[in-house]
């Protein structure tokens, strides 16, 4: 089992004095499986898992041990099989499908491996996009969308679409769309795996500027260590566990050097 309570207790960056009763986040008991009979899959097993507001958390793993499927649990995209999940204090289980959609809009800023832009519309539009769901007028939405794109360092690219931007360029405008809704929670499920290096540690810092500047709580996973190394607090999976949860100050010494 895991012990999310002697990870909280260290107290060793920037979370002191915060107790499990200050989650953000908090797993109990959240266990997923897919399919039944032969096919059934047990993705996650049952995991406690406390994550304050404001923290800096990695999800590392080999590919299957159910990072995925831990992020879409703690990003309301799925549903546990068994065991709870609350968001800032409200579990997720009694919430209908409509609940469950403004919660993510409102609270949540989703980043993929993929990007997942529509490749038709502008920088701009794709940003602007969310923002209908948010019932802001098209001036506003256009406004809005260009001063995150700035944000992300896109100030003049909000006219290209995303195949005349790079691998690197079309992760900020999915960035910047996440912004959008001022979410408290960045999702970044392997936002690097399809950039090289030097790009990847580009996007890395642009994300852990939004965690340091504005408190977002920033949770990534990756499959690099080196990037997983930088977080405050970093968890490792295995076969749908969590095999380790760390907070520690050689970490901290990585992450002042981007
Ligand atoms: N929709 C699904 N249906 C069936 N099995 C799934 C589904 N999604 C994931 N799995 C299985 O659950 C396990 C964990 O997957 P996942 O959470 O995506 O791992 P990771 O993100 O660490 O690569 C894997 O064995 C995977 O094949
Ligand atoms: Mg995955």
């Known amino acids: 089992m895991t012990d999310p309570g002697g990870a909280e207790g260290e107290g060793t960056s920037g979370s002191e004095g915060r107790g499990p009763e200050d989650a953000f986040i908090r797993l109990r008991g959240a266990a997923r499986t897919y399919g039944e009979g032969r096919a059934r899959v047990q993705a996650l097993l049952p995991v406690d898992l406390d994550i304050a507001a404001g923290d800096y ?61 529509l490749p038709r519309s502008s920088a701009r539009d794709n940003v602007a996009m969310p923002l209908v769901y ?28 995303p195949n ?23 999702l970044a499920d392997e936002p690097t795996g399809a950039l090289d290096t030097k790009t990847s540690g580009e996007i890395i810092a642009l994300l852990e500027s939004l965690n340091r500047e504005e408190g977002v709580t920033l949770v990534v996973v990756t499959h690099e260590p080196a990037l997983a190394a930088r977080a405050a607090r970093r968890i490792a999976m295995l076969d749908g566990r969590i095999q380790s949860d ?10 002042a050097e981007p």
Do not use: W, Y
Request: with cysteine; net charge positive; aromatic share 2%.
């Open 57 to 117: 958390v990695s999800i590392a793993g080999p590919s299957g041990s159910g990072k995925t499927t831990m992020m879409n649990l703690i990003g309301c995209l799925d549903r546990p099989s068994a065991g709870s999940v609350e968001i800032d204090g409200r579990d997720v289980a009694g919430m209908s499908e409509e609940e469950l959609a403004r919660l993510r809009r409102e609270t949540i800023g989703f980043v993929f491996q993929q990007f997942n832009l």
């Open 134 to 161: 948010h019932g802001v007028g098209r001036s506003e939405r256009e406004r809005r969308a260009d001063d995150l794109l700035q944000r992300v360092g896109l100030g003049d690219r909000t006219t290209h679409r």
């Open 164 to 186: 005349e931007l790079s691998g690197g360029q079309q992760q900020r405008v999915a960035i910047a769309r996440a912004l959008v809704g001022a979410p408290r929670l960045i």
């Open 246 to 255: 760390e907070r520690g100050a050689a970490a901290q010494a990585d992450r």
